[in-house]
């Protein structure tokens, strides 16, 4: 039988929150119907900004920050079902990501953490629909990293019969599925491949006072400084095999400006043509290297709407079609949304939501803390 389900995600670019009101068949296939989204309000943002760094009062200040993030994603459920005219009733569960603000997968003796900030009881309250919220955790419990959660969703969605596909998301940081066509011996992978719109957004909003670079244009006309290219390229991280996951807790502003210290006096605007050719670089090389046998590259998240990014992933992969997720029925900023909802259905059916080929855990697990209406 299909039920409707809502997914909620908020992500590293910290942009607010995208919403998805979704029906899902009874053999897992997922049609969104109505999308929302919402900015986070500029002091909720802040904070949570500065929640990824070490600070004082930290336990106080991220509990108050979860019940924002609750809020915040209370009106994007209000609003759906608004557009849809639907009651809390209709809606068999919210899948709720929340907000990361750390991302340790392998802190201690193995066994890292992951936190994502909600108020998971206080958005059942507001909301009066289920709640499952706390995904990654349990894949943390069994020896993975948590993360990416997306690419079982990607298979189920994307997954094309007779063809390796790769799914490059592009959020604030980019991420990689590599899906075997179906039947084959060969595992699903995925993993955080680096930086996908962060650095961009973080120089923009610097020296632009914009939150974004719309379609690239600014980096578009900088050129490239290689000897400052080679330096942020020399990072350990995207040479690690996968599984490996990532997020501000590296790439973040000191990141940048540690490696921009050694070359002084470079013109704004060629820092972000050569950040933008960092990020699809290094997304470019990971494709080469884990999916040599795909000729499509689907994009999504809202850097497939960055027109200069699209064309430096093409250009650095002339063998195959690079396109938005659009083409394949699902726009951009709908996808990671539509994949909490699909995890949320999987953890109503009682089944798995994660791979242990990607995550690197003992197994796969069924994932999420379930809150009652
Ligand atoms: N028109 C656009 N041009 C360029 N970049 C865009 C555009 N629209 C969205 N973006 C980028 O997408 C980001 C949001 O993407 P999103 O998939 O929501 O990331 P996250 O999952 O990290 O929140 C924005 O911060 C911005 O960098
Ligand atoms: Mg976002």
Same mark, same amino acid.
């Given at each position: 039988? &299909? @039920?409707?389900?809502? %997914?909620?995600?908020?992500?590293?670019?910290?942009?607010?929150?995208? %919403?998805?009101?979704?029906?899902?068949?009874?053999?897992? +296939?997922?049609?969104?119907?109505?999308?929302?989204?919402?900015?986070?309000?500029?002091?909720?943002?802040?904070?949570?900004?500065?929640?990824?760094?070490?600070?004082?009062?930290?336990?106080?200040?991220?509990?108050?920050?979860?019940? =924002?993030?609750?809020?915040?994603?209370?009106?994007?459920?209000?609003?759906?079902?608004?557009?849809?005219? *639907?009651?809390?009733?209709?809606?068999?569960?919210?899948?709720?990501?929340?907000?990361?603000? +750390?991302?340790?997968?392998?802190?201690?003796? %193995?066994? !890292? #953490?992951?936190?994502?900030? *909600?108020?998971?009881?206080?958005?059942? @309250?507001? &909301?009066?629909?289920?709640?499952?919220?706390? *995904?990654?955790?349990?894949?943390? &419990?069994?020896?993975?990293q948590?993360?990416? $959660?997306?690419?079982?969703?990607?298979?189920?969605?994307?997954?094309?019969?007779?063809?390796?596909?790769?799914?490059?998301?592009?959020?604030?940081?980019?991420?990689l599925?590599?899906?075997?066509?179906?039947?084959?011996?060969?595992?699903?992978l995925g993993f955080d491949?680096?930086? !996908?719109?962060?650095? $961009?957004?973080?120089?923009?909003?610097?020296?632009?006072?914009?939150? #974004?670079?719309?379609?690239?244009?600014?980096?578009?006309?900088?050129?490239?400084?290689?000897? *400052?290219?080679?330096?942020?390229?020399?990072?350990? #991280?995207?040479?690690l095999p996968p599984p490996k996951s990532?997020? +501000?807790?590296?790439?973040?502003?000191?990141?940048?400006?540690?490696?921009?210290?050694?070359?002084?006096? $470079?013109?704004?605007?060629?820092?972000?043509?050569?950040?933008?050719?960092?990020?699809? !670089?290094?997304?470019?090389?990971d494709?080469?290297?884990h &999916?040599?046998?795909?000729?499509?590259?689907?994009?999504?998240? =809202?850097?497939?709407?960055?027109?200069?990014?699209?064309?430096?992933?093409?250009? !650095?992969?002339?063998?195959?079609?690079? @396109?938005?997720?659009?083409?394949? %029925?699902?726009?951009?900023?709908?996808?990671?949304?539509?994949?909490?909802?699909?995890?949320?259905? +999987?953890?109503?059916?009682?089944?798995?939501?994660?791979?242990?080929?990607v995550?690197g855990?003992?197994?796969?697990?069924?994932?999420?803390?379930?809150?009652?209406?």
């Open positions: 039988m &299909a @039920e409707r389900l809502i %997914g909620l995600m908020s992500g590293t670019s910290l942009d607010g929150v995208d %919403g998805v009101l979704a029906l899902v068949e009874g053999d897992g +296939r997922l049609t969104v119907h109505h999308h929302a989204s919402r900015p986070f309000e500029p002091a909720l943002r802040a904070e949570l900004l500065a929640l990824n760094t070490p600070g004082p009062d930290e336990l106080h200040r991220a509990a108050l920050a979860a019940n =924002g993030v609750a809020r915040a994603y209370a009106q994007v459920v209000h609003q759906l079902l608004q557009d849809a005219g *639907l009651g809390p009733g209709a809606v068999a569960a919210l899948g709720a990501h929340g907000q990361t603000v +750390r991302h340790q997968p392998l802190a201690v003796d %193995g066994v !890292g #953490y992951t936190v994502q900030l *909600l108020n998971a009881p206080l958005l059942a @309250e507001l &909301a009066g629909i289920p709640v499952v919220a706390d *995904l990654r955790s349990r894949d943390l &419990a069994a020896g993975g948590g993360a990416p $959660l997306v690419p079982p969703f990607h298979r189920a969605q994307f997954g094309q019969p007779d063809a390796t596909l790769a799914v490059l998301n592009l959020g604030g940081i980019s991420n599925s590599v899906l075997p066509p179906d039947g084959s011996p060969a595992a699903v491949c680096g930086p !996908g719109n962060a650095l $961009l957004d973080l120089w923009c909003q610097r020296h632009r006072g914009q939150p #974004y670079d719309a379609d690239g244009a600014w980096a578009a006309g900088g050129r490239v400084q290689a000897p *400052l290219l080679a330096a942020l390229r020399a990072e350990p #991280y995207f040479v990532t997020g +501000r807790d590296l790439f973040h502003a000191g990141w940048l400006d540690r490696h921009l210290a050694g070359f002084p006096g $470079l013109a704004p605007a060629d820092v972000q043509a050569t950040l933008a050719a960092l990020t699809a !670089g290094v997304c470019v090389d494709v080469r290297r &999916a040599p046998g795909a000729a499509r590259l689907v994009v999504c998240g =809202g850097g497939a709407l960055n027109g200069d990014l699209m064309r430096r992933l093409q250009a !650095g992969l002339p063998a195959l079609r690079v @396109e938005s997720s659009a083409a394949l %029925g699902l726009p951009p900023q709908q996808v990671e949304a539509a994949a909490f909802a699909w995890l949320a259905w +999987r953890r109503l059916q009682g089944l798995p939501g994660s791979l242990a080929s995550t855990a003992r197994g796969e697990r069924v994932l999420g803390a379930l809150h009652a209406a």
